[in-house]
């Protein structure tokens, strides 16, 4: 995940440079002051975008710790023997993987 924020860190901020340098070339005519605009205008939307992607994963974990787990799944054994809780682990593993690749006859 920690990729994925410096992607929207990055994105975000090359929008807000874009965009204040567009809009400082068509208010001022000077390069020069429409760089120094477009450089605080991508500090300013950087810095929005990681306040934002902190809300989204905020919200995702959130939204991951409503759902409460069934008792059931925590009874498969009785007992707290490491062999019978590794088996009945095992077996639920086997049963819910997908293929990764399928074979071609």
């Known amino acids: 995940m920690n990729n994925d924020a410096k992607f929207f860190f990055c994105l975000s901020g090359f929008i807000g440079f874009v965009l204040f340098f567009m809009l400082g070339i068509i208010i001022t005519n000077d390069l020069l002051t429409a760089l120094v605009q477009s450089s605080f205008g991508c500090l300013f939307f950087a810095v929005c975008g990681r306040i934002l992607l902190s809300f989204i994963l905020n919200g995702n974990i959130v ?3 409503t759902n409460p787990i069934d008792p059931r799944d925590l009874s498969l054994s009785t007992e707290n023997d490491p ?3 590794a088996t009945a682990a095992m077996n639920e593993a086997s049963t819910t993987a997908n293929r990764m690749v399928d074979a071609q006859v």
Do not use: E, P
């Open 83 to 85: 062999t019978n809780l």
């Open 63 to 65: 939204d991951s710790n």
